[in-house]
């Protein structure tokens, strides 16, 4: 509702025309409900300070930036605001282009990239070829996959575009990363004689160490080759390979 009697009214069309949701709400339920739908981009709250303080925990948990401007009384009623501070605030803009990353998004399509008929194709894998096999079983097997999703979130944050497709590129450098951490798990493991890894037995225990030592090279030669075949200028892509 406009109010004649005070600021309300100006403060609430001001932030309407500047493209802000108003909302007044004497309890914090709705407000959180409107922070966790993940629709908001940022808050400026003006409220008692403990009814400040309850909300922070959900905005930290969302990453949503947040302003709080407590009341001059602790009383939510007949009390007032530094209006100067509040005025100053809901005019705050900036010319960087930052946005919050689909974090869940990228998650399942990393996920996706190393199901079998997936890695199939990326790894060109000839079924009759056995260390091939067991290669690609041991990349399709449980695991965090933080490598390759940091990867890619790494190059999402560098793009302007919060809805820029991943490329060809970006999958095959994703595939080589984690080609590298499981070819170093396989000797890993025979090194340190483990026999289980991911609740299942290790390479070497359910293959044979000759084996085993065969598919972690493989993985870490088809690494070198999906790096290779990036489309990428030479001289980072030189620089990849020495890196790696």
């Known amino acids: 509702k406009e109010c004649g009697l005070c600021t309300m009214q ?33 808050v400026v709250g003006v409220s008692c300070l403990n009814v400040l303080e309850r909300v922070f925990p959900y905005l ?9 401007i407590p009341l001059l009384q602790d009383d939510c009623m007949e009390t007032n605001v530094d209006l100067d501070w509040l005025w100053d605030v809901i005019h705050l803009t900036a010319d960087d282009k930052t946005y919050r990353m689909d974090l869940d998004g990228a998650r399942e399509e990393v996920d996706s990239w190393f199901k079998t008929d997936d890695l199939n194709k990326s790894l060109e894998i000839d079924e009759n070829d056995p260390t091939m096999v067991i290669g690609r079983d041991w990349l399709a097997r449980a695991g965090k996959r933080w490598r390759p999703f940091l990867t890619v979130c790494a190059w ?5 575009d919060p ?7 970006l999958k095959r450098l994703a595939l080589a990363v984690e080609c590298f951490h499981k070819a170093s798990l396989i000797h890993d493991d025979i090194e340190d004689d483990d026999s289980d890894r991911y609740g299942e037995k290790t390479l070497h225990e359910e293959h044979g160490v000759p084996v085993a030592l065969n598919v972690g090279d493989f993985l870490l030669g088809e690494g070198y080759r999906l790096i290779a075949e990036t489309k990428i200028p030479a001289k980072r892509r030189s620089e990849m390979l020495r890196v790696a």
Request: some cysteine; aromatic content about 2%; overall charge negative.
């Open 156 to 160: 999402k944050a560098c793009q302007e």
């Open 10 to 42: 100006d403060l609430q069309q001001e932030a309407e025309r500047l493209g802000y949701a108003m909302l007044i709400a004497e309890g914090t339920p709705i407000v959180l409900q409107l922070i966790e739908s993940g629709q908001v981009e940022a």
């Open 60 to 68: 930290e948990s969302a990453a949503v930036p947040g302003v709080a």
């Open 163 to 169: 809805n820029a497709k991943t490329t060809k590129d």
